[in-house]
């Protein structure tokens, strides 16, 4: 099959792309221009502008599905920055791709365009409403994107939503900013993260792809995640473990966390501070409340079953980093 994936050069794309051409597939990486992709012999890469319509139909002349991994994943820009990345290039790439020809739209959304204001949600389903709240300016351009592409959907341009939960593997947030935060002494618990969440190991993410490239479904979203749910603060215990940071001991009460942060976003908004903020409500709704999906409707629907579970995740990720450390 003829793939276009867009976020080649992020932690998702770049593993998907791997896992993609070990499949057979025939593969175009799409990475934007400062990105470089001379270090990867044999990928084929594109660089055009994801905002330029011609250069889009041009590069999908010869493909079957469009996968669409880029976004701009922060928890702290301007709402406009937001809009134009995650939801003026969605619905530019999907209306190329309709007149294009493309047959299939795989959109890689997000488990949290379900989340709404501070509440436990549970075992939520995908029928529930998707957000639209302005604090949570990334979840709320993702629920934007996602449904423009579900509304697209026909029978001759199947498009569906993956919603994984919280994605882990080699490479992933913890790697590169959560431990590193964690070791500087700058990341804590919320409630001391004792309470259920949903994950998606990355090896069980390829697996719900796979499905979604091969259903004659369209016009849907799935919750995609490892089946059981986890304690928050033991499974992030465990994952900073096999990569080798500390554990934090500093939590925060929740009920002190939300003001705080909307307090800190006030300062970084309103005052010339250099950086980012230690802690915004998106950070907060993302990470310090009980959260898991059912995927019952994937199981059903795409016949999707998680290939690992949370446990043999930690242990596949181990042998992984262990095996890389020492040089093989």
Not at 3 to 27: C, R
Not at 74 to 92: C, G, H, M
Not at 128 to 146: C, G, H, M, Q, W
Not at 273 to 291: A, D, M, Q, Y
Request: proline share 4%; hydrophobic share 40%.
């Amino acid at each position: 099959m003829n793939i276009f994936l867009t976020g080649a050069s992020g932690f998702v794309g770049n593993n998907l792309m791997t896992f993609l051409i070990n499949q057979g597939h025939d593969v175009i990486g799409h990475v934007r221009g400062d990105k470089d992709s001379g270090s990867h012999p044999g990928r084929k890469f594109s660089h055009i502008n994801l905002l330029n319509h011609h250069e889009i139909l041009h590069t999908l002349s010869d493909i079957d599905t469009v996968i669409h991994c880029a976004a701009h994943v922060r928890t702290w820009s301007t709402p406009e920055i937001f809009y134009q990345n995650n939801v003026l290039v969605t619905k530019s790439i999907l209306e190329s791709a309709k007149q294009a020809g493309v047959q299939r739209f795989i959109f890689l959304s997000c488990a949290s365009v379900m989340m709404q204001q501070q509440q436990a949600l549970l075992n939520i389903v995908e029928s529930f409403p998707i957000t639209n709240r302005d604090e949570l300016p990334y979840v709320r351009s993702k629920a934007l994107a996602e449904a423009l592409v579900l509304e697209a959907a026909t029978e001759y341009f199947k498009t569906i939503a993956l919603r994984p939960a919280f994605i882990w593997g080699q490479g992933d947030i913890i790697d590169r900013q959560i431990g590193k935060a964690s070791r500087a002494g700058k990341f804590g618990w919320f409630n001391q993260g004792n309470y259920l969440y949903s994950t998606c190991y990355i090896e069980n993410l390829y697996e719900a792809v796979s499905k979604a490239i091969s259903t004659d479904r369209f016009g849907e979203a799935y919750f995609i995640s490892d089946g059981e749910a986890v304690s928050f603060r033991s499974f992030m215990s465990k994952r900073l473990l096999i990569s080798n940071f500390p554990t934090p001991s500093l939590s925060i009460p929740i009920k002190l966390a939300w003001p705080l942060a909307r307090f800190t976003e006030n300062g970084w908004k309103y005052l010339p501070l250099k950086g980012f903020p230690p802690i915004t409500r998106e950070i907060v709704r993302l990470i310090g409340l009980p959260f898991t999906v059912s995927i019952e409707k994937a199981i059903q629907q795409l016949d999707y079953r998680p290939v690992y579970s949370v446990h043999q995740g930690l242990h596949h990720l181990a042998s992984q980093i262990e095996s890389r450390q020492m040089g093989h």
